[in-house]
């Protein structure tokens, strides 16, 4: 039972990257431009599926309270200030949506929120993750680091770094859901984005080694993990050259498979903990009450129901926006 | 008093949550109203009905937009601010909201999609029970939520285990007296909200004399169903009044402004309840009906708030006032139903401008009466998280500071005056551009449109 929560955790967590991940970078690269009929067709791009991207977070957050509540208290805490922000963020691009067909006068308005808000959300999640990897304080199991706990160069490199990488996610969705400007636009961003997003590997990894950081510890025993960045060097690779040959469809599945060699990587390398390394899994698990009134209640049915949905509100709007081009 | 990161929490909770509860008590009931809508079109074919439909789902769409978004804040800031109520409760507050995330994401994402795109892609039974789910999506999402709170003002089948609370009889937490009277309270509440919205609305129409068909709809469908349900609520809130008068009665003491006990009890109908000297100023009183009230009785004792020791009493003024605002606004609003009804059978209540005039004012009444209800609720359950059981001061972050709290209530604050504000505006630009004249070219011809993305109002 715990294992059966603990991979809807990790298929929400991963959803949510990857889902949200390419809907906040169009967030994001929508600063790169000042056309209205640009803009236009980026929000088209991610109209449709943005509300159903943004519920991952909230069920990943449900998941987490109900059958690991000590792990969603402590981290949530721990993470006042960056869950704050980053949920101001996605409020504020939440109703940026609506409200910008509202009124023509104001829409400029609801365009920087949509920006801002996007950027801020993207920062936050980076941040968060970095501070995990790095390790929170505890003492006698207790979180002891304090409001500012999370704040650390590392922690901001992660942040900037995952805005880097929801952007070039971001760019490969729209060349491959848009044609014409925008298209060509965030054909000419990926390259310039994909080697930002290397170069932050780098940097992360020799501050990792520089710092000490225990995760790397793992490395040395668990050398299976090496497959992650294989995987990840392959997808690089890829889509090195599906950019070269002016391919739109490839270049968005291999950042995506970038994002899950990461995933795995991090998942992997802290097994079996939750918060690395004070809180394991069975540690944090809820009472098998808990645990299986979820799994009989919606884990079991409700669940696929919802990656269904899911797979089908993909399909209907799958394939160029252009062919099926709609007006506001 | 300090401004503690105690009370600065509170506060913030109190905000985000008074400000998310006005969306989803307007949408629950606009959603029942989409679905009426939807069904009298296709049993009468009267273009009227399409054209209202049309007209409130993109009202529906801005409003449910705000309600989602607002919404998420509150799955997380149990973590952020309460985290070891969240650690200790999560056994049984965790999966009861996970239940209202799985469940409502599967029928409000899934139909609401229909709703905007699918008028012609689907047959016309189909789309109306798409509408349907939807509404029931919305309800369902409202029924977890009560069971939620209400575990915690009643805590019932778990045992304390590990310092958490482990859950021992689902039934008795889903199934129980206080669920299906607050359920049901809040249920009404939020049709009364849609109703009274509809009947002002198509009253503000007649008195501008403007989409005059549409209006008279709208006003005579939202008076009569609101004739019905006030005194349905009425009853209903009784039932929770039992309910705390059985589980809470430290709370109902405070309702009542009993500071002493009582046998056979009066009811304080009005004064000012003073803490320092524990007696009511201005006190007017009707003997014995605090009995009647409280235990249908004329002879029972009703214990007063001195009973209980002073670090277990819940502040008393605002209990004690939200209430009496609460009781008041349905008081009024059933005069206006009952009234506008009658007049409306009668075919006087259009030449009757004061009464159009009232009822068009009125639309803030259920919301004032939805949150100074939950106020009672809330500030009422003080000074415990979880009755009886857990303390709010011992609920919260331990480490949060004061100037972190502040600063994210300030933020809370801004962000929402500046969002409330405009969402009011454009629903109202929206409510008073009205609908068309004829039926609209419908929304679904638009494929790429976001679900509550619907065609700008312009």
């Known amino acids: 039972m715990v294992m059966f929560w603990v991979s809807l955790l990790a298929i929400s967590v991963l959803l949510y990257l990857l889902l949200d991940g390419f809907d906040l970078g169009v967030g994001m690269l929508l600063g790169t431009t000042n056309s209205e009929d640009n803009r236009r067709a980026m929000l088209n791009a991610i109209g449709p599926v943005w509300d159903g991207n943004e519920t991952w977070l909230v069920v990943t957050g449900v998941i987490l309270w109900g059958a690991f509540s000590v792990v969603y208290a402590t981290l949530l805490s721990a993470f006042y200030i960056p869950v704050i922000l980053m949920l101001l963020g996605l409020i504020l691009r939440g109703v940026s949506f609506e409200f910008r067909n509202q009124h023509l006068g104001t829409r400029w308005i609801w365009d920087s929120c949509f920006i801002l808000g996007s950027l801020a959300a993207s920062f936050m999640q980076g941040v968060m993750v970095g501070a995990i990897v790095q390790g929170l304080r505890f003492t006698d199991g207790q979180y002891s680091g304090g409001v500012f706990g999370w704040f650390s160069d590392f922690s901001i490199l992660c942040g900037a770094g995952l805005c880097l990488g929801y952007a070039l996610l971001g760019a490969c969705w729209l060349v491959r859901k848009c044609e014409s400007e925008v298209r060509e636009v965030a054909r000419r961003q990926i390259p310039i984005l994909a080697v930002a997003v290397l170069a932050f590997l780098i940097v992360v990894f020799i501050h990792a080694l520089n710092d000490n950081l225990p995760i790397m510890y793992r490395w040395i025993d668990r050398p299976y993990l090496f497959v992650f960045p294989a995987i990840g060097v392959v997808a690089a690779v890829v889509l090195a050259s599906s950019i070269l040959h002016h391919n739109d469809y490839w270049p968005f599945y291999m950042v995506s498979l970038m994002f899950v060699a990461a995933f795995g990587t991090l998942a992997l390398s802290f097994w079996p903990y939750m918060i690395p390394f004070e809180i394991t899994i069975d540690a944090a698990a809820a009472p098998p009450s808990t645990l299986s009134f979820m799994f009989w209640g919606e884990g079991l049915w409700v669940f696929p129901l919802m990656l269904l949905y899911t797979a089908i509100g993909y399909r209907v709007f799958r394939g160029k926006l252009g062919s099926m081009h709609g007006h506001y | 008093?300090?401004?503690?990161?105690?009370?600065?929490?509170?506060?913030?909770?109190?905000?985000?949550?008074?400000?998310?509860?006005?969306?989803?008590?307007?949408?629950?009931?606009?959603?029942?109203?989409?679905?009426?809508?939807?069904?009298?079109?296709?049993?009468?074919?009267?273009?009227?009905?399409?054209?209202?439909?049309?007209?409130?789902?993109?009202?529906?769409?801005?409003?449910?937009?705000?309600?989602?978004?607002?919404?998420?804040?509150?799955?997380?800031?149990?973590?952020?601010?309460?985290?070891?109520?969240?650690?200790?409760?999560?056994?049984?507050?965790?999966?009861?909201?996970?239940?209202?995330?799985?469940?409502?994401?599967?029928?409000?994402?899934?139909?609401?999609?229909?709703?905007?795109?699918?008028?012609?892609?689907?047959?016309?039974?189909?789309?109306?029970?798409?509408?349907?789910?939807?509404?029931?999506?919305?309800?369902?999402?409202?029924?977890?939520?009560?069971?939620?709170?209400?575990?915690?003002?009643?805590?019932?089948?778990?045992?304390?285990?590990?310092?958490?609370?482990?859950?021992?009889?689902?039934?008795?937490?889903?199934?129980?007296?206080?669920?299906?009277?607050?359920?049901?309270?809040?249920?009404?509440?939020?049709?009364?909200?849609?109703?009274?919205?509809?009947?002002?609305?198509?009253?503000?129409?007649?008195?501008?004399?403007?989409?005059?068909?549409?209006?008279?709809?709208?006003?005579?469908?939202?008076?009569?169903?609101?004739?019905?349900?006030?005194?349905?609520?009425?009853?209903?809130?009784?039932?929770?009044?039992?309910?705390?008068?059985?589980?809470?009665?430290?709370?109902?003491?405070?309702?009542?402004?009993?500071?002493?006990?009582?046998?056979?009890?009066?009811?304080?109908?009005?004064?000012?309840?003073?803490?320092?000297?524990?007696?009511?100023?201005?006190?007017?009183?009707?003997?014995?009906?605090?009995?009647?009230?409280?235990?249908?009785?004329?002879?029972?004792?009703?214990?007063?708030?001195?009973?209980?020791?002073?670090?277990?009493?819940?502040?008393?003024?605002?209990?004690?006032?939200?209430?009496?605002?609460?009781?008041?606004?349905?008081?009024?609003?059933?005069?206006?139903?009952?009234?506008?009804?009658?007049?409306?059978?009668?075919?006087?209540?259009?030449?009757?401008?004061?009464?159009?005039?009232?009822?068009?004012?009125?639309?803030?009444?259920?919301?004032?009466?939805?949150?100074?209800?939950?106020?009672?609720?809330?500030?009422?359950?003080?000074?415990?998280?979880?009755?009886?059981?857990?303390?709010?001061?011992?609920?919260?972050?331990?480490?949060?500071?004061?100037?972190?709290?502040?600063?994210?209530?300030?933020?809370?604050?801004?962000?929402?005056?500046?969002?409330?504000?405009?969402?009011?505006?454009?629903?109202?630009?929206?409510?008073?551009?009205?609908?068309?004249?004829?039926?609209?070219p419908v929304v679904h011809q638009e494929p790429v449109a976001a679900p509550g993305y619907i065609a700008a109002g312009e």
């Open chain 2, 1 to 440: 008093m300090d401004l503690t990161a105690l009370l600065l929490s509170r506060i913030q909770f109190a905000f985000t949550i008074t400000f998310h509860i006005i969306f989803p008590a307007f949408t629950i009931g606009l959603a029942a109203w989409l679905t009426t809508l939807e069904a009298l079109h296709l049993r009468t074919g009267r273009p009227v009905y399409r054209t209202l439909f049309e007209f409130w789902l993109k009202i529906f769409g801005v409003a449910f937009g705000m309600g989602v978004v607002s919404g998420v804040v509150m799955g997380f800031q149990f973590g952020t601010n309460w985290s070891v109520l969240s650690k200790m409760s999560g056994p049984i507050q965790g999966p009861l909201l996970s239940f209202e995330t799985f469940w409502a994401f599967t029928l409000e994402a899934g139909f609401f999609g229909v709703l905007i795109f699918g008028r012609n892609r689907v047959a016309p039974w189909f789309y109306l029970f798409s509408t349907a789910m939807v509404a029931l999506g919305t309800a369902l999402s409202a029924f977890w939520i009560m069971v939620n709170n209400t575990w915690m003002q009643v805590p019932l089948g778990y045992v304390v285990q590990n310092g958490r609370f482990v859950p021992v009889d689902w039934t008795k937490i889903i199934f129980n007296s206080a669920v299906w009277s607050r359920f049901p309270h809040m249920i009404l509440a939020a049709f009364l909200a849609g109703a009274f919205c509809v009947a002002a609305t198509g009253a503000w129409y007649l008195l501008r004399e403007k989409h005059r068909a549409e209006g008279r709809v709208m006003l005579r469908m939202g008076l009569f169903l609101a004739a019905v349900l006030v005194p349905v609520q009425l009853v209903f809130g009784h039932f929770v009044g039992d309910y705390v008068h059985e589980y809470q009665p430290a709370k109902f003491a405070a309702i009542e402004g009993r500071w002493h006990d009582e046998q056979p009890a009066g009811e304080v109908v009005i004064a000012l309840p003073d803490p320092a000297t524990e007696t009511n100023k201005y006190e007017i009183k009707i003997p014995v009906l605090g009995s009647i009230i409280g235990s249908m009785s004329l002879t029972s004792k009703e214990v007063g708030l001195t009973d209980f020791p002073p670090q277990d009493r819940p502040p008393v003024l605002i209990p004690f006032a939200t209430f009496r605002i609460m009781v008041g606004c349905g008081l009024i609003m059933l005069a206006l139903a009952w009234l506008g009804s009658y007049l409306s059978v009668k075919d006087r209540l259009e030449r009757n401008r004061f009464l159009l005039w009232s009822i068009f004012l009125s639309f803030p009444l259920p919301y004032i009466a939805i949150i100074t209800g939950w106020w009672t609720a809330e500030v009422g359950r003080q000074p415990w998280t979880v009755y009886g059981v857990l303390r709010t001061a011992d609920s919260m972050t331990p480490f949060l500071t004061a100037p972190a709290a502040l600063i994210s209530l300030i933020l809370f604050c801004a962000v929402y005056v500046f969002i409330f504000s405009f969402g009011t505006y454009y629903i109202y630009r929206l409510l008073r551009g009205g609908p068309p004249n004829r039926p609209m």
